[in-house]
Nanobody
Framework: QVQLVESGGGLVQPGGSLRLSCVASGFTLNSYLMSWYRQAPGKQRELVATISATGRNINYADSVKGRFTISKDNAKNTVYLEMNSLKPDDTAVYYC???????????WGQGTQVTVSS
């Protein structure tokens, strides 16, 4: 059974940092594309960052480039999102996803809330 469990969210002041974790089970990270998405209140879910199965290809949304870093530890079957210089606009529920749109193997985590506020 595939499971993705996110953690690490919380309340942080502008300019602060958080590290999100996504622990995967039921599959191995080195076989699939992994992604972080976020959804702010009243907005559509948007792609934040992706990391390929090999880990060699990484992409970021323009809004987070230079501030967020996606990484993974295959031994721990965990994907991370390091978030620095956080802004109020980063406030959202952050979701972990495995797989690519259009393929049958696509699963989402339950999300973790990140709130950036003074």
């Amino acid at each position: 059974q595939v499971q993705l469990v996110e953690s690490g969210g919380g309340l942080v002041q502008p300019g602060g940092s958080l590290r999100l974790s996504c622990v995967a089970s039921g599959f191995t990270l080195n076989s699939y594309l992994m992604s972080w998405y976020r959804q702010a209140p009243g907005k559509q879910r948007e792609l934040v960052a992706t990391i390929s199965a090999t880990g060699r290809n990484i992409n970021y949304a323009d809004s987070v480039k230079g501030r967020f870093t996606i990484s993974k530890d295959n031994a721990k079957n965990t994907v991370y999102l390091e978030m620095n210089s956080l802004k109020p606009d980063d406030t959202a529920v952050y979701y972990c996803k495995v797989g690519r749109d259009g393929y049958t193997f696509v699963h989402w985590g339950q999300g973790t809330q990140v709130t950036v506020s003074s």
